[in-house]
């Protein structure tokens, strides 16, 4: 006896259905069409990597979320963790290939072996952009300028971009670091200050081996840290490129907690849907020299997709109007199927997105519910009358009015 199996998901992993999966592709759309219009050019990298490749790049606790196994060839692999290091491998490895100022977006699944929580998934979806092979601020004001544009286009009212410096970080914070407790260390408990109290991340750097009064000293130096002047330069760029001076924060508590980091770094966030990060990046000019020898600098950020596209949601942004079925062609018994053929021939010839009705055994009134439940908004009746008056019935689903048309006036009166 065959064993039944139950059918089910890995947890921390989703499937989605038909209406969900139009709206992540609405916003995918919008996504994209930013992201050229700012010139950006679209990347593609395997899921799997070397583990070598991806490993040591992220930090200690980064590196503990990155899937490893052995595969059958007794190679080390590494599903990518994030977008950032597996194109750092490819500048490495085609740098003849590519022009010197690459600008690449790549929208693609990354994953994390951590513990599923709301918001937070084993898969999900980053959108990237980067600029490659300059340390000129344009480039990092470009990145940001695209971003911004990117969340407005998708609807969003009210954009905020909080940005630091890791200079500012490393300058700041370098001089409390110990032989027990390394800058990057006190940088990563930082991090978290924007979703934790300040008592939390002291009691945190206490517990990593420092004082009580040098990891209050450390939160006290960090929040009266100043602005530089590359930060100055980087957002009076991204002013003149069109955003808002009031949209742009100076947050000297922003660290981001990869190591990689090694200059300007910002979080995108949206007020009206909370005050978590919807998107994160900064510059990280050392990160392609680790992988192929040669420093290229590069600037980029990650859109947190899933987040944006719910965010957009529950703020009724996404307007899926047009996308899907616009209109199901019925078949009134076999002997008329031609006609319907040919309708639907028609309909996809003018670009109208169209759907026949699959079963010719099944009545028409059958196919109508069939249309409904599926939310298809007009239906294409073909009956023995229509065929000998070279017409057809049109019927709209949402308000039940029906008309009868000439074939040849039918995709200008849908459209």
């Known amino acids: 006896m065959r064993q039944k199996i139950e059918p089910r998901t890995l947890k921390g992993f989703r499937d989605f259905l038909p209406e969900e999966a139009r709206k992540r592709q609405y916003a995918v759309d919008i996504i994209r069409k930013t992201f050229e219009l700012y010139g950006f050019e679209p990347l593609e990298t395997p899921a799997l990597e070397y583990a070598e490749i991806l490993l040591g790049k992220y930090g200690t606790e980064a590196d503990k979320l990155v899937y490893t196994f052995t595969d059958s060839g007794n190679r080390k692999i590494g599903l990518r963790y994030d977008q950032t290091v597996p194109t750092a491998r490819v500048l490495a490895q085609y740098q003849n290939q590519l022009p010197k100022y690459f600008r690449r977006y790549q929208i693609q699944n990354v994953f994390r072996a951590e513990k599923p929580q709301k918001g937070r998934y084993r898969e999900f979806t980053q959108c990237d952009i980067d600029v490659f092979g300059t340390t000129e601020p344009l480039s990092d004001a470009e990145i940001i300028a695209c971003t911004y544009q990117a969340f407005k286009n998708l609807g969003f009212e009210t954009v905020k971009i909080k940005i630091n410096d890791r200079a500012i970080l490393f300058d700041s914070l370098d001089q409390f670091a110990s032989d027990k407790v390394s800058v990057l260390s006190v940088i990563q408990s930082i991090d978290k200050l924007d979703k934790m109290s300040q008592e939390f991340v002291v009691a945190e750097l206490i517990k990593k081996g420092l004082s009580d009064q040098i990891a209050e000293k450390i939160i006290s130096t960090i929040n009266n840290a100043t602005i530089s002047a590359n930060l100055k330069q980087i957002i009076s760029?991204?002013?003149?490129?069109?955003?808002?001076?009031?949209?742009?924060?100076?947050?000297?508590?922003?660290?981001?907690?990869?190591?990689?980091?090694?200059?300007?770094?910002?979080?995108?966030?949206?007020?009206?849907?909370?005050?978590?990060?919807?998107?994160?990046?900064?510059?990280?000019?050392?990160?392609?020299?680790?992988?192929?020898g040669i420093d290229i600098p590069a600037v980029g950020i990650a859109f947190g997709f899933d987040r944006m596209v719910e965010a957009a949601d529950k703020l009724n942004l996404i307007k899926l109007g047009n996308l899907g079925t616009q209109v199901l062609v019925t078949i009134f018994n076999k002997s008329l199927l031609p006609s319907s053929l040919e309708i639907i021939n028609k309909l996809r010839q003018k670009n109208i997105s169209s759907e026949i009705y699959i079963n010719p055994e099944d009545k028409l009134d059958k196919q109508l519910k069939y249309a409904d439940k599926k939310g298809i908004p007009y239906v294409i009746i073909i009956g023995p009358d229509e065929v000998k008056s070279n017409q057809v019935t049109l019927k709209n689903m949402t308000t039940n009015d029906q008309q009868t048309i000439k074939i040849k006036e039918l995709a200008s009166t849908i459209k």
């Open 237 to 292: 760029i991204t002013n003149q490129l069109g955003i808002p001076r009031e949209d742009i924060l100076f947050v000297p508590t922003l660290a981001r907690g990869l190591d990689y980091y090694t200059g300007m770094i910002f979080e995108v966030s949206v007020p009206e849907y909370g005050t978590n990060s919807l998107g994160g990046g900064g510059r990280y000019d050392k990160l392609i020299g680790q992988l192929g």
